[in-house]
């Protein structure tokens, strides 16, 4: 089992930037890909962007240029960097890890709640 722990959530006005952290710990040797999802009132849940182990990085369209995912593997740590931020944004974001990408996440934490009004 992976558990993940995210932190970093919270309230900004629009234009406004936050950071999401997550920690995973566990049985990680076979997780490649982690990455965060997004679910907001109301919608289904969305990929917002991953990176694999070499630093490859997807993002969703609406997030390119925005968002930045970047990973610490020494310290089994993903982070989400959201900029100019939107009330659209607003979502509970939830980390992801997998063993690789054209799945889905094999493990999900519990979300973080990012508000974000205008």
Known sequence: QVQLVESGGGSVQTGGS??????ASGSIYNINVMGWYRQA????REMVADIGIVDDA????????????????AKN???LQMDYLEPEDTAVYY???QRRRGIR?????????????S
């Open 18 to 23: 936050l950071r999401l952290s997550c920690v």
């Open 41 to 44: 009132p109301g919608k289904q």
């Open 58 to 73: 997807n993002y969703a369209d609406s997030m390119k240029g925005r968002f930045t995912i970047s990973r610490n593997s």
């Open 77 to 79: 740590t993903v982070y």
């Open 95 to 97: 980390c992801t890890a």
């Open 105 to 117: 996440p094999d493990y999900w934490g519990q979300g973080t709640q990012v508000t974000v009004s």
